[in-house]
């Protein structure tokens, strides 16, 4: 798979964006123009001009002596695909988008096609831009809130850093797990965290448990730490549980729940996801037990 990337000095201002990127990029790759304006459209060029720096999408953008490019191509990046999110609920200020396996809350400097901002600043109706107020792990699903002004992104974060909204979530985990409203105060990262766990249903020929967890902090990995620390880690959690018979199955760890009181209209909201985006315990346990 090819990857290199480019730092290229604007010194004339004859050439096109993309004939500068197509020079430039020839000792690496051959690549098409196509492949270069593709490669843009997903987030693989930013543009220094003066001290900012910032993500360039437009192929026609006039080039200014001094300017800087920075070109990032990676093709095995740049192929990812994900599966489509879904808007839950919009408040014209901000949104509610379920965000499936596998999509990125955030991108890097070599894209940004596969994360759910991006995704919201093309698929929400009207279009709008996308600013991340909280993350989801990559290989955890559910509800997320997307902000699309600076003014909504900036109180909805004050509202989750001050911890002013309640978070559930569900798990699907191996073992039996029995208890009913247990707190689980082990650190994270040498941080204070804090978890309540309740069991909603077993599966008794997978031995495996579906359980609703409450969290109170939002430490990395919080909810997989804890369930692996109980003895009853998260079926797909490979890093901080076990090997599942089936190798493909998904992290089974998903936002269900949100509920809090709008900081732009003070309303109170509860977003709920749908049964049929959540952890399916039967479809779980029985593809787990066909396949061990």
């Not at 201002?13 to 098409?32: G, I, N």
């Not at 001009?49 to 070109?71: A, E, I, M, W």
């Not at 993350?135 to 509202?159: P, Y």
């Amino acid at each position: 798979m090819t990857k290199f990337e480019l730092h290229i000095p604007i010194t004339t201002q004859q050439q096109s964006l993309v004939e500068v990127l197509l020079a430039a990029s020839q000792p690496h790759a051959q690549l098409s123009v196509g492949q270069i304006k593709s490669a843009i459209n997903k987030g693989a060029l930013w543009l220094s001009r003066g001290k900012s720096t910032t993500r360039l999408r437009k192929v026609k953008k006039p080039l200014q002596l001094n300017d800087t490019l920075h070109f990032y191509f990676d093709q095995k990046v740049l192929e990812q695909q994900v599966e489509p999110a879904i808007v839950i609920a919009d408040y014209t200020e901000y949104s509610v988008l379920y965000k499936p396996f596998g999509m990125l809350s955030q991108g890097s400097k070599w894209s940004d096609h596969c994360t759910i901002t991006r995704w919201a600043e093309q698929h929400t109706v009207p279009q709008r831009p996308a600013f991340l107020v909280h993350r989801l792990d990559r290989a955890a699903s559910g509800l997320i809130m997307i902000a699309h002004s600076k003014k909504a992104a900036k109180a909805l974060s004050q509202m989750f850093e001050q911890r002013q909204l309640s978070k559930t979530y569900h798990i699907i985990c191996h073992g039996h797990y029995q208890l009913k409203g247990h707190t689980e105060t082990q650190y994270v990262d040498q941080k204070p965290a804090l978890s309540h766990f309740s069991a909603l249903a077993y599966h008794q020929e997978a031995n495996l448990s579906l359980v609703e967890v409450k969290i109170e902090t939002g430490r990395k990995h919080q909810i997989r730490i804890h369930a692996a620390h109980q003895g009853f880690p998260v079926v797909g959690d490979r890093l901080h549980g076990k090997g599942d018979c089936q190798s493909e199955v998904n992290l089974q760890l998903c936002a269900v729940k949100l509920s809090f009181s709008c900081p732009i209209t003070t309303q109170e909201k509860v977003v709920e996801l749908p049964t049929a985006l959540r952890p399916n315990l039967e479809q779980i346990g029985n593809s787990i037990t066909l396949n061990c």
